[in-house]
T-cell receptor
Framework: ETGVTQSPTHLIKTRGQQVTLRCSSQ?????VSWYQQALGQGPQFIFQ???????GRGNFPPRFSGLQFPNYSSELNVNALELDDSALYLC??????????????FGAGSRLTVL | GIQVEQSPPDLILQEGANSTLRCNFS?????LQWFHQNPWGQLINLFY???GTKQNGRLSATTVATERYSLLYISSSQTTDSGVYFC?????????????FGTGTLLAVQP
C-alpha cells in the first residue's frame, strides 16, 4: 500500500508567479483535500476534490484552484503569488466524503517560499 | 464554526517522563484525530477518536465528547516523540473532510 506522495518537496517562487503542486493519493482513496500550514500554525483547509469536482472549500480566494484526475491524483494551483502564500502545503487523501468516518492520510508536504 | 484549542503550547520532558496533552473543542464533533508532525513536516495520524479511549503502545487517547475535550497520553517518552502534536476536529453537518486543527503542542524530549 503506497502512501500519499507530493511533489515538489521544496520550491521558491517570486511574487506574481504561478505554482502547481501535485499529489498522488493513497492506494484505494478517492478523495483528496488540500491544506495550507503557515509557520507556527496548524493546517488550514483549502478545498477538497471528490469524483474530479471540488465539493468543499475553505476561506481561500479564487486564485487557489485545483484539479482531480481519474486516477484520483490532484493538483493545487496558485496564481498571482503573494508573500503570505509562503507555507507548507499538505495533501491528504481519504476514502469517501463522510466527514464522520474518515481518517485522513497526509503527505509530507510541499514547502513553498515566495520572495 | 468549531474552534479547537490545545494546551500546553510547549512542553519539555526528560526521556522516560510521562505527559498529557489536552484538546478542547467548542462544539459537538463526529470526527476527532490526533496527529504528530515530525521535524520534516510529515503529519502522522495517531488516533481517530471521536469518543472513548484507545491505546497504541506508549500512546493512548481519551475523548469525552459530552464535555468537549480529548487527551493524549504519552508514557515513557523517547527523543523520537519530539515534534508538534495536533488535535483536529470536524463537527456534524459537514460533507467534507474539513478538519479544524488546533495550534498544536510543541514537545521536546531531551536525552
Amino acid at each position: 500500500e503506497t502512501g500519499v506522495t507530493q511533489s515538489p518537496t521544496h520550491l521558491i517562487k517570486t511574487r506574481g508567479q504561478q505554482v502547481t503542486l501535485r499529489c498522488s493519493s493513497q492506494s484505494g482513496h478517492n478523495t483528496v483535500s488540500w491544506y495550507q500550514q503557515a509557520l507556527g500554525q496548524g493546517p488550514q483547509f483549502i478545498f477538497q476534490y471528490y469524483r474530479e469536482e471540488e465539493n468543499g472549500r475553505g476561506n481561500f480566494p479564487p486564485r487557489f484552484s485545483g484539479l482531480q484526475f481519474p486516477n484520483y491524483s490532484s493538483e493545487l494551483n496558485v496564481n498571482a503569488l503573494e508573500l503570505d502564500d509562503s507555507a507548507l502545503y499538505l495533501c491528504a487523501s481519504s476514502l469517501g466524503t463522510n466527514s464522520g468516518a474518515n481518517v485522513l492520510t497526509f503527505g509530507a508536504g510541499s514547502r513553498l517560499t515566495v520572495l | 464554526g468549531i474552534q479547537v484549542e490545545q494546551s500546553p503550547p510547549d512542553l519539555i520532558l526528560q526521556e522516560g517522563a510521562n505527559s498529557t496533552l489536552r484538546c478542547n473543542f467548542s462544539d459537538s464533533v463526529n470526527n476527532l484525530q490526533w496527529f504528530h508532525q515530525n521535524p520534516w513536516g510529515q503529519l502522522i495520524n495517531l488516533f481517530y477518536i471521536p469518543s472513548g479511549t484507545k491505546q497504541n503502545g506508549r500512546l493512548s487517547a481519551t475523548t469525552v465528547a459530552t464535555e468537549r475535550y480529548s487527551l493524549l497520553y504519552i508514557s515513557s517518552s523517547q527523543t523520537t516523540d519530539s515534534g508538534v502534536y495536533f488535535c483536529a476536529a470536524l463537527n456534524y453537518g459537514g460533507a467534507t473532510n474539513k478538519l479544524i486543527f488546533g495550534t498544536g503542542t510543541l514537545l521536546a524530549v531531551q536525552p
